[in-house]
Every structure is written in structure tokens, then in C-alpha cells.
């Protein structure tokens, strides 16, 4: 899956001197946002081009690792005038942070909250006629899971189509969960999931791969018009998110 690189720039580099290793800040980093964060350090050859990308810290939540590869793509893209030492262009680096923005995102403190687990998970039903197009999307839906188990409430917060948002909200008002517990008594318990909708060729925004937290992970659900009897690949499996 891949995000179109116009929507996601570093919000800042932090260019390192190549001898006294001294940091000289480019630009002023932005104001926190809510959301998903991945940081790489990118090493350029004496023409300014990059040339290799190191992976620093991240909380991407994809099983996948979706939001590490688009950064990775964007940063061996990034373009620097040459750095002259003594005169002569010289190899160095660079720290790019990266951030993805979630709607309604309340932080990686979310995800500490008691966590259900999912007990049964039936798979949504990937309606017809988009399936018949080709077409692939998401929704992002919040839960309320009772005490008991049960799912009490499946709220679309947004869906690419919402022919996609009502095949999610009917599957998962029948999930069943072990509830979340607090001090060992199971309590009641909000959080959020990612419902995608795969076509093999086709490419989704990774805004429908990813929840907001408190966030439960990712379900997806792929249309193989070959073999259309066959489940989803995790078909019946949560994806979780991470922890952060």
C-alpha cells in the first residue's frame, strides 16, 4: 500500500556536522500533533543525495510496518545542497522526523488503559458491489465493550465510503471479547479499530490502516476475485496495535 509523498513531508531536519558531530537545528520543529511518529536518519553522498536511510524510533502500529516504509520512501527522496568541509563536499547526515496525523488521537497513553481481548471476530462482509469495482477503502469505527464481553455500541467515526462503514458496524456489533479488567473485575472499556477493505492491485490511503488511540489495531478484509471462498489473510485476527 502506498500513501501519495505529497501529503507527507519531515516536519523538520536536523543536519549533523560531519566532523565536530554539532547539530544545527534547519527549522523549528512543529507543535506536537496528535498522532503517529517515525524518526530515520538519512546519510548523504557528497552530492547531497541520499543514499542510505536508518530507521531511529517509531510507534508505528501496523503489523505491517506501513508507516515505517513511507518514511523510509520519503526520506530516500530528500535532496540537500552539498556540505563543504575545508572547501570539499563531504558526506553526512540528517534526522527527519516524521509525522502522521490521526484524527482524534488521544495519545500513545491511551493504549495503557485495560485492554479486552478479542474471543470471536466474524468477518465483515466486503459489499458487493465495491468489491465488484475493484475498489478499496476503510473505516475507523470507536467501540464500547460491556462488563460481560459484548460489544454495546460500534460508532462510525469515518469510512472511505460508507457502504465500507456499515459492513464493519454490522460484523462487529457481533464480536464477542474478554472484557477488560481492572483490580482483576472486568469493567467496561472504549476503544477504537481500523477496518480495511484490500484488493490485491489496489493501493489504500493508510489513514484507513490506522486507529486512533486507545486503539485495539487493525482487521482486514481482502477480495481475491480468483478465489473469492478463500478468508481474508488474517480473517478472524485482530492485528493489534502497539503498545505506545
Keep these: ?25 534547519a527549522a523549528a520543529p512543529a507543535p506536537a500533533a496528535s498522532g503517529y511518529k517515525v524518526s530515520v536518519e538519512i546519510s548523504f553522498n557528497q552530492q547531497g543525495d541520499a543514499e542510505a536511510v536508518k530507521l531511529l524510533e517509531s510507534d508505528d502500529p501496523t503489523g505491517a510496518q506501513l ?46 488503559a485495560p485492554k479486552p481481548s478479542v474471543h470471536f471476530a466474524g468477518q465483515p462482509v466486503y459489499p458487493p458491489e465495491l468489491a465488484a469495482a475493484g475498489t478499496a477503502g476503510g473505516a475507523i469505527l470507536e467501540l464500547i465493550i460491556t462488563a460481560e464481553g459484548r460489544v454495546s455500541r460500534a460508532t462510525v467515526l469515518r469510512a472511505s ?25 472486568p469493567v467496561e472499556s472504549r476503544w477504537r479499530i481500523a477496518v480495511d477493505f484490500l484488493q490485491p492491485t489496489k493501493d489504500i490511503d493508510w489513514k484507513w490502516c490506522v486507529a486512533p488511540r486507545p486503539s485495539l489495531g487493525t ?17 478472524g485476527a485482530v492485528m493489534p496495535a502497539a503498545g505506545k
Design 1 to 25: 500500500m502506498k500513501n501519495p509523498l505529497r501529503l507527507l513531508l519531515p516536519a523538520f531536519l536536523v543536519l549533523l556536522a560531519p566532523a565536530a558531530g554539532l547539530a544545527q537545528p
Design 67 to 112: 508507516l515505517n516504509r513511507i518514511a523510509i520512501d520519503l526520506a530516500k527522496q530528500v535532496k540537500q545542497p552539498p556540505r563543504l568541509v575545508d572547501g570539499k563536499p563531504v558526506k553526512f547526515k540528517a534526522h527527519a522526523p516524521f509525522s502522521f496525523p490521526v484524527e482524534g488521537d488521544e495519545g500513545p497513553a491511551a493504549n495503557n
Design 161 to 185: 465510503h460508507p457502504e465500507f462503514g456499515q459492513a464493519a458496524q454490522a460484523a462487529i456489533m457481533q464480536w464477542e471479547f474478554t472484557p477488560a479488567k481492572k483490580d482483576g473485575v
Design 219 to 235: 482487521y482486514s478484509v481482502v477480495h481475491r476475485p480468483d478465489a473469492a471462498a478463500l478468508p481474508a489473510d488474517n480473517a
